[in-house]
């Protein structure tokens, strides 16, 4: 694939100064105007944030056009990434909000920078949640700890969604806690990237 193949682009950007820079990089490699997802953007559902441009590019993505259009709702929608995002989508199209806590590996830096005897590990899920060693400790803690969160706020969601959703992970960090949280119905890695291309296909047919 050569740049004279891209004939469009969506961009989703959540760091807003460097949105022009990808934006005229667009313009000069592929003399196309790319569409930037926002909170105006059109989704194909109603977001009911307090303040609707307070909602984050990724979380409008990642929740909106793929959630309804691939799974139907109502559906929660986990983004395990640098942070890790919980968002609800109602049976009737509604996007509602979600909660934001720091994602694993953020949790593991503040440990290693914060601490002067715990060093870094390998995020992978332990045999048990009882460590008996340091390692085996951290592991525990992070992974697990965060597998019990994901969880716990997954079926408080649930039930304020009236019960029935569908959970759909997506992440880098998903893969980690898939088999300890046992809430997903699908892990998609390619959520984000979806929700591009179908609210692309949504402002073309407009």
Known sequence: ????????????????????????????????????????????????????????????????????????????????????VIDAVTAGGDYLGGAITPGMTIAHDALFSNTSQLRRVELVSPETAIGRNTIHAIQAGIVLGYADLVRGMVGRFDRELGGGAKVVATGGMAHIIEKEAGVFDDVNPDLTLTGLRLIHEMALSS
């Not at 989704?43 to 307070?54: A, C, M, S, V």
């Not at 590019?57 to 959630?67: G, N, Q, T, W, Y």
Request: proline fraction near 8%.
């Open 1 to 84: 694939m050569s740049v004279n193949d891209v004939d469009a682009v969506a961009l989703c950007s959540v760091v807003p100064p460097l949105t022009p820079t990808f934006v005229e990089l667009c313009r000069r490699f592929f003399g196309v105007e790319p569409l930037v997802v926002g909170a105006g953007t059109r989704t194909g559902i109603r977001i009911l944030y307090d303040n609707p441009r307070d909602v984050g590019a990724d979380r409008i993505v990642d929740a909106a056009a793929p959630a309804m259009r691939l799974y139907g709702g109502p559906v929660i929608v986990v983004d395990r990434g640098t942070a890790t």
